[in-house]
């Protein structure tokens, strides 16, 4: 019983270290995929790069004020770098240019893909911009 603790203890170790040393591996990493239900937000185009996961939980609703106050898995701060999303929310999603849900905004439509790589019109929220999002019914 005892032995089998020890083990276990080893094992969680190892398995720890091995994580670990995936994390910083840099431009080979493969993305994050988005759970069902996540509301996933990508530094680069295409759902790759460092990523946020809206933290209202699985098919939660809310919003977040001020990009500046989080950041990517990487540790990038999240305002004005966001690529591509990956709603796969029963919800929809909408991200604005500013903070405090203002400015141009994106709306991204419930279990569905973006990137903001595609041509924009002039007025719309382009690559890089949004501040502040809010997830409703
Ligand atoms: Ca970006």
Known sequence: MKMRTVLKGVLGVAVTVAATAVIPAGPAQAAYVCSKGEVCLYEHYDRTGSVFVVPF????MG?????????F??????????SSIDNRSDHLLTLYSNVD????????????????SGL????????DQSSSLQVTG
């Open 63 to 71: 919003k977040i004020s001020d990009f500046r106050a989080y950041t």
């Open 57 to 60: 939980g699985k098919n939660g």
């Open 101 to 116: 849900l203002k400015g141009p905004y994106q709306r991204i439509y419930a279990n569905t893909k973006f990137s903001f």
């Open 120 to 127: 924009r019109f002039p007025n719309e929220l382009k690559n």
């Open 73 to 82: 898995f990487n540790g990038t701060n999240l305002n004005d770098k966001v």
